[in-house]
């Protein structure tokens, strides 16, 4: 259970979170936020656990980064929206 909220909380805190809420912002639509969000969380994954290959697509670790860089890239698009009207 450990492992799985360090999992959560270092997607978060690290380019999943950070980049996805940074990319979502650049954009007004929540899905292509979320997009661009899910990316980040794929690649990341690729790039911190190279151990990963094509075999365990399914991992614990890419799902998890991609629904944190998809919630925060569409997190990002809505403050930008809600910033724009203010």
């Not at 690290?14 to 979502?24: H, Y």
């Not at 292509?32 to 656990?49: K, N, P, R």
């Not at 365990?56 to 809600?82: C, D, H, N, Y």
Request: aromatic share 4%; glycine share 16%.
């Amino acid at each position: 259970m450990l492992d799985i909220l360090g999992l959560i909380a270092g997607n978060i805190l690290n380019l999943p979170g950070i980049l996805g809420l940074a990319l979502g912002m650049t954009t007004r639509q929540p899905i292509i936020g979320a997009v661009l969000g899910a990316l980040v969380g794929v690649v990341s994954t690729y790039i911190f656990f190279t151990d990963l290959g094509i075999s365990q697509l399914a991992s614990p670790e890419l799902t998890i980064a991609v629904i944190i860089g998809a919630m925060f890239g569409a997190l990002g698009s809505l403050i930008r929206r809600k910033g724009a009207l203010v």
